[in-house]
C-alpha cells in the first residue's frame, strides 16, 4: 500500500485533489482517510488546548496535539500490513448536545493506495516516514482567510469558531489562533513535501484548478496510472 499523503490549509482544493486522482486512480485502488475525523471529542479534548478569547474559552483545533494522531498512525500500519481498520467519524458539534463527538466511523479496507488529507499531515515524524508521497498545496495568507470565512459564513456558521455573529471578531480570533497554527505548524513542513503545488489561481470550483495537471503527471511518473 502506497500513503499519498496532500496537505494544505482549509480550502485549499485538497478534497478536490483527492476527488481527482481516485477518478484516475480507479476507486477500486484507493481508499482514503480525513485526518479532521482524529480530532478529540469534546470530553476528552485536552485541557491545554482551551484558548480565552473576549472573556470566553474556546477549543483551539489548529495545532496537532487537537489531534489523535497516534491512533491515526497505528490505523495507518494495520492498512499497510493488510488489515482493515474502522476509522473514526467526528463531529463538530453539529447535534443537539452542541458538543463534538467521535463515534465508529466506516471500515477501511487495504487497497493499493491510500490518501490522507489533512492540515498536519507531515507534522509528526512517523508519519513522514509512512508517506509514499506528499504534496504540499500552497495559498497566500489572504486566500486562507477568504476561503476559510467562505467555506464557514457559507455554511450559514455565522462565527462559526466562536458561536456568535460578528464577521469582525470572527476575523480576530481567525488572525490572533488559525493563522497562528498555520505559521507554527504547518507552514514548515512544506520542507518536507515532495511535491509543491500553488493553487491560489483558483476562484470557482467550475474551473479546474493547474494544479491538477501538474500533480496527475507527477504521480504519473511514480505509479501505475490508467490513461486517458
Known amino acids: 500500500m502506497y500513503l499519498i499523503n496532500l496537505i494544505g490549509w482549509s480550502g485549499s482544493g485538497k478534497g478536490y485533489l483527492a476527488e481527482k486522482?481516485?477518478?484516475?486512480?480507479?476507486?477500486?485502488?484507493?481508499?482514503?482517510?480525513?485526518?479532521?475525523?482524529?480530532?478529540?471529542?469534546?470530553?476528552?479534548?485536552?485541557?491545554?488546548?482551551?484558548?480565552?478569547?473576549?472573556?470566553?474559552?474556546?477549543?483551539?483545533?489548529?495545532?496537532?496535539?487537537?489531534?489523535?494522531?497516534?491512533?491515526?498512525?497505528?490505523?495507518?500500519?494495520?492498512?499497510?500490513?493488510?488489515?482493515?481498520?474502522?476509522?473514526?467519524?467526528?463531529?463538530?458539534?453539529?447535534?443537539?448536545?452542541?458538543?463534538?463527538?467521535?463515534?465508529?466511523?466506516?471500515?477501511?479496507?487495504?487497497?493499493?493506495?491510500?490518501?490522507?488529507?489533512?492540515?498536519?499531515?507531515?507534522?509528526?515524524?512517523?508519519?513522514?516516514?509512512?508517506t509514499d508521497v506528499s504534496i504540499f498545496i500552497e495559498l497566500s495568507a489572504v486566500n486562507r482567510m477568504a476561503r476559510r470565512m467562505i467555506r464557514d459564513w457559507g455554511r450559514w456558521q455565522t462565527r462559526s469558531d466562536m458561536g456568535e455573529p460578528g464577521m469582525a471578531d470572527d476575523i480576530l480570533f481567525y488572525i490572533t489562533f488559525v493563522q497562528a497554527g498555520y505559521h507554527k505548524y504547518v507552514e514548515p513542513c512544506r520542507e518536507f513535501a515532495d511535491l509543491v503545488v500553488d493553487n491560489n489561481e483558483w476562484i470557482r470550483e467550475w474551473k479546474e484548478p493547474k494544479m491538477v495537471d501538474i500533480v496527475i503527471n507527477y504521480l504519473r511518473g511514480k505509479f501505475d496510472f490508467p490513461k486517458n
Open 21 to 130: 486522482i481516485i477518478e484516475l486512480l480507479g476507486a477500486d485502488r484507493v481508499e482514503t482517510i480525513p485526518m479532521d475525523m482524529y480530532y478529540y471529542p469534546d470530553a476528552d479534548f485536552p485541557k491545554n488546548l482551551h484558548v480565552e478569547f473576549e472573556g470566553k474559552y474556546f477549543k483551539n483545533f489548529d495545532t496537532p496535539d487537537a489531534l489523535e494522531i497516534p491512533l491515526l498512525i497505528k490505523h495507518i500500519e494495520t492498512l499497510k500490513n493488510g488489515q482493515e481498520v474502522q476509522i473514526p467519524e467526528y463531529d463538530f458539534g453539529n447535534n443537539p448536545t452542541g458538543k463534538s463527538q467521535r463515534k465508529s466511523g466506516k471500515i477501511i479496507q487495504p487497497k493499493e493506495f491510500l490518501i490522507l488529507d489533512g492540515l498536519f499531515g507531515l507534522t509528526d515524524p512517523r508519519l513522514r516516514e509512512l
